[in-house]
């Protein structure tokens, strides 16, 4: 299979080259404030004010530089900050150092992913494009970590555990631990180290969307949504795909919050590459914990149990009490394991020797599903791996069902 | 093994060499102090006797500890009791791929035939982790813990052909208040839930349904909540 070179697809992302202009000679040399010095002669890749500004005449722009070109057209006019506003921000080069983002992503990329698409529709300017390639990022290694490590996980909790690591609430919360702080009102005249978007006003309604199409067969008799039909049709946490909102709609903060977070996966991807997009998740994703087995909930575990053991080929299941004390006083304790043959599958303990029972079965159930495989090799990890370097993962046959 | 429920031993009639690692009680309090907390006195775990000989007379409950001086060379693997995690996969749920079920058949292969290479102790109850000296696993000849319900095996049984699904239909069809699903379990040798799936009397079901909340609603406060608190506990188990 042909290799895809990112690179050459992610220029269509950033704004059109134009050509650079000549600077005076004579003009004393500029203090770029920002840390990556950058030759005089190159304007930065992501000013594009030219496409949208008419040309200035021929004897002006001789002797023009980047800055004098802006301060024609008033910043209050601009729905969001020029990128050479970026290179004066003291809150960008901060959150630039606090995140410890690699010196090739430029401070520039970083201000265009701090816009939403409410602030400035243009999608020149604001991290739409960004956003979406990074949430496709971000759910790809989010999915590839959870059904290689976890190969038996049921479909709803593997769906509970991408929203956990990936979806709306986790990426404002880590927006808001990164400390990125938002504009009252967007504008051009704004720092452009601000989350900028117009937000919702309060107790306006949000979130009434209509559902667009899934391509379900028969999707116009109603039928209940089948839970492996949302893999197929739905999105990454199992939600049906809404039609998106008008652009210039006033949003909430989460939903801008998580644009940015995923715009900046979408620039580390194609400005610094995989290695360090991977690194970038590792450190701020997969450090998260998030415990598993306590995103179970059985309704009948005894017989979920039993039909699992049928299933697999093993002895039934049988309860057996292991050890009691308290029997006759206000406050038994019973444990009960929970027995296949002469082997332990687990062991509860409760105040009554039907709770103890059942939650011997749930232990058991999950040490099932929880099993994790001692090596793992990631599909993202693949691509430039020797082929006899691949070994293939476990493929469950999928979570009992009754 | 009796059915009768596993209460805590009897005092052996031999009380000198052999420990015993629960407390000496029959009743719930002595006359004195002195007397009560005597009766307390638990041995200490074995583990800290590995200094000395196993069938020693210093066996005894008033044996002091002595973890600083081993006759050899060992480790002392005395875990406390805890409720065991579900990241722990049982070796039963490894699937053939994983490289740890190798080495769970070796371990117990020689556990097991170290175990029935020494003496038997005195007492041998599976399941509690004071019992056995050694701490590993229970010996291949130990019985398993009592059952909850019924003698262990469970055996399906399928004998009960059209005529009679036929005739548990009719049954219950003509006169739901004296073929009750129970009486049906009885007569046919099955259960009252196959009953239930051969056929269903809604008007009787509505009626019992009815009768069931007429006396949930005379409920007072009290009781009510003490239900909705046993509904949610309940619920609780299966997370």
New interface residues.
Partial sequence: MKRIRIQRWGSQFLAPRTQFRPQCPLRPPQHHLSPFPQPHSCRSQSTSAGDIFPPLDADESAGLSQQDEDVSIPPEALPSPPPSAALKSAKLAALHARLSLPPRLPIQTLARALVHESADPDPNFNNTSLAILGSNLLGLYTSEYLLCHYPRLPISVLFAAQSAYVGTKALALMAHEWGIESVAEPGGEVDPGLLQYRRLAAGAAWGEFAPRGTGRPNEQKGWRRGITSKIVYDDQFGDMRMKTPEPSQPVPLDIAAESFVRALMGATYLHCGRATTKRLFASHWLSRTLDL??M????T?TVDLSKLCAREG?E?A???????TG?ASRHPVFV??V??G?????????GS?D?A???AA???L???Y?????DVTLPSDAEGMEPTKWKPN?VDLGEVIV | MSAL??TRPMRPLSTKSAPLFLPHLTTRHASSTRRHKKLNIISPAPSYNLSAAPNSTTHSRSAKPSPRAPSATHIIFNPPSA?????????????A????RALYSSFTAASTRSALQSRTPLIAAT??SLSSPSLLPARPSAN??????GS???EKKYHLTDADIAEIRKLRTEDPYTWTRWRLAEKFGCSQFFVSLVVKAPEKAAEVEASHQAARDRWGNRKRMADEDRKRR?AS???
């Fill in positions: 087995s306590k179970f909930e059985f309704r575990p093993f039934p049988v309860a057996r009490l292991i050890s009691e029997r009960v394991g027995y296949s002469k082997d332990k599958l687990g062991e509860g303990a409760g020797i709770e029972r059942v939650r749930v232990m058991a999950k040490s099932w929880l099993y994790k495989p001692l476990l | 429920p596993l409720a065991p995690s579900p990241t722990i996969t049982p070796p039963k749920f490894l699937p791929s994983d490289p740890r399941g509690t398993l813990p009592p059952p909850v319900r262990g095996t469970y309940v188990w299966g997370r």
